[in-house]
């Protein structure tokens, strides 16, 4: 059983910094790309940033410039670090993993439970 388990949100005030974690753990044969996807109230989940094996990586034009995806194989583990934040930056964070788990054929996102981040103005 694979979980992925997120922390590091909280309430910061505008131009502030916080750095989120997620690290996935269980019977994990290989990981692909992680990630991290927000869900503001009222709105559609949108990308934030993603880093693959290769650490290629890939941004929300809203977050360029501000926000940094690393990510750790060894711990099977991406961070988000997120400076100058905004009000608009308020949302539920979610981590992703697309990964192989152990005795399975597929490559296939998991997903962690959300971890809010407020940004007040």
């Known amino acids: 059983q694979v979980q992925l388990v997120e922390s590091g949100g909280g309430l910061v005030q505008a131009g502030g910094s916080l750095r989120l974690s997620c690290a996935a753990s269980g019977s994990i044969f290989s990981t692909n790309t992680m990630g991290w996807y927000r869900q503001a109230p009222g709105k559609q989940r949108e990308l934030v940033a993603q880093i693959t094996g290769g650490r290629f990586t890939v941004y929300g034009d809203s977050v360029k410039g501000r926000f940094t995806i690393s990510r750790d194989n060894g711990k099977n583990t991406v961070y988000l670090q997120m400076n100058s934040l905004k009000p608009e930056d308020t949302a539920v964070y979610y981590c992703?993993?697309?990964?192989?788990?152990?005795?399975?054929?597929?490559?296939?996102?998991?997903w962690g439970q959300g971890t809010q981040v407020t940004v007040s103005s």
């Open positions: 992703f993993s697309t990964l192989r788990a152990t005795l399975t054929p597929s490559t296939i996102p998991y």
